[in-house]
Every structure is written in C-alpha cells, then in structure tokens.
C-alpha cells in the first residue's frame, strides 16, 4: 500500500543520510567515531526491526465472496431472524490495528494499556477508528464482513466450535483482565486472530435493534442513521457468552473504552 510504502522510505532515506554523514565524519578523523556509527547502525537495525513488524501487522486476508446465516436463532432479540447474506469478496485485517501502527500512522497513541506496542490500540472512538483505516488506503468492515470473517467460513456461535475457547480467544477467563498481544491465540479457519475477544472492534455500521427484519440479502451496509455504532466480537474482560461471533455490541460512537479497538478491511482489488 503506498501509505506503508511512504513510510519505510521515510525512515530508510533518514538513515541513509544520517549514515553517509557518520561515515564522512569518521573518515575526516581517521575513522576514530565508532561511537556515532554504531549508535545510528543501532537506530538503522531498530528502524528495520519496525518496519518488518508494521509490515507483518498489516497483513490482509482476502475473504472470497460467498453466503452465510447471519444472526443467531438462539442469540438475543437483536440477533434474530437468522437470514442468508451474500457479500462480496473483501479484504480484512489479519490483526487488530496494534499500538505500533496507530502511533506510526497517527502521531498518538490514545491506549489506557501503554508500553505494549503489540497489544491492540483500544481507547478510540469510532471516528478516530474510521480515521486510521482511512489514513492507510482502507474501511472499517461492515457489520456483515466482520460476522462472516469471524464465523471462518465454518459457522455455529464460535468458529472453534462450542470448546476450546481459551486456545483462540483472550477473554475474561484467560486474559488476566488486560488485552494480550494480538496474534498470540490460534487463527480461525481464515487465518484471522482475535476475531472473539482481546478488544471488541468497532464496525462501519449504524446499530439498530430491528436491522435484520430489513437487511438487504446483498452486500448489507447497515441502517442509514442511528444514534449508536456497532460493535463486535467481545473483549479481553468478558465472557463466553459475550465472545459469540452473532452478538451484536453498540455503544455511542464518541466513547472510549479500554477494551474497545478495532481493524480494517478493503474491497476487493483495493490492497
Ligand atoms: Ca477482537
């Protein structure tokens, strides 16, 4: 993506300077500056270090066009009819949007949870959310992305099936009552992590109690106004119930919460 792109020439082309003119000083000396190269050969390995991480973070998982049963029969009031959506093939985060990227791209990192670059950025409202996947070239998923990527392509209320939860997801049962690193539990069968739990994930779309009553079967992109966003997939203080790929979070928009993040996603041809 040429906003990644931007960015590691930025700090390559920095160096690259930098490094010229260490060597130029150390050569006006006979070489007697070793202090000053291996200083910025140290901020040149750490400056790599960075940007191979940033680039495996913001790795995308293509999702290929395809219907699932949206909503849950079981679920609550919010979450039912259980309907057929076809969507197209879209694109989506492999990982929550981490600490390291949100300050690369933002300038700030807004997180109550600080020193932990890997752990996902929480604290965001959803228009500081929408603002970031804007800022590298992408969107926030719709609600009907977000469950498909969640389900795997597999189904039922955990795409792990009713057991095992604690290999795939930080919740309230394992997390220590803090977000985790993300991509340190199992992938879902679309290689997504974190999907249930660690933070819940801000989606595009209005919320609106009745929504599936009128839910487009193509593409659905939400109610066209509301009062309060959705939000998806539970977070690192919650329980097994409240991590279910079906249920339906919402809150107001402008709130901050420290369990709260998000990831993006892109349509089809966009990374
Ligand atoms: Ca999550």
Not at 8 to 14: E, I, K, N, V
Not at 22 to 41: C, V
Not at 54 to 67: D, H, K, N, Q, Y
Not at 136 to 160: D, I, K, N
């Amino acid at each position: 993506m040429l906003a990644k792109r931007s960015g590691r020439f930025w700090g390559g082309a920095l160096l690259s300077v930098l490094l010229a003119a260490a060597g130029a000083g150390a050569q006006e000396t006979g070489g007697k500056e070793p202090g000053a190269r291996d200083a910025l050969e140290q901020m040149r390995l750490k400056l790599e270090k960075e940007e191979m991480e940033l680039e495996r973070l913001s790795e995308m998982v293509f999702i290929p066009a395809g219907s699932f049963d949206m909503g849950s029969a079981s679920g609550a009031a919010d979450e039912k009819p259980v309907h057929r959506v076809s969507l197209d093939g879209f694109y989506i985060s492999k990982y929550e949007v981490t600490q390291l990227q949100y300050e690369k791209w933002m300038g700030e990192n807004p997180s109550y949870f600080k020193n932990c670059p890997l752990c996902p950025v929480e604290r965001v409202t959803h228009a500081q959310a929408n603002a970031y996947c804007l800022r590298v070239g992408q969107r926030l998923p719709t609600e009907a992305e977000w469950e498909r990527a969640a389900h795997g392509g597999v189904g039922g209320e955990y795409s792990w099936g009713e057991e095992h939860g604690e290999r795939f997801a930080w919740f309230g049962n394992n997390s220590g009552q803090r977000p985790r690193p993300v991509g340190t539990r199992k992938a879902n069968a679309f290689g997504l992590h974190d999907m249930a739990g660690n933070v819940w994930e801000w989606v595009a779309d209005w919320y609106d109690e009745d929504y599936y009553r009128v839910s487009p079967a193509e593409n659905p992109t939400g109610p066209r106004m509301g009062k309060q966003r959705v939000a998806r997939g539970g977070g690192w203080g919650h329980s097994p119930e409240q991590i279910r790929h079906s249920l339906r979070d919402h809150f107001d928009p402008r709130t901050r919460y420290i369990n709260g993040g998000f990831r993006c996603a892109a349509s089809k041809g966009k990374p």
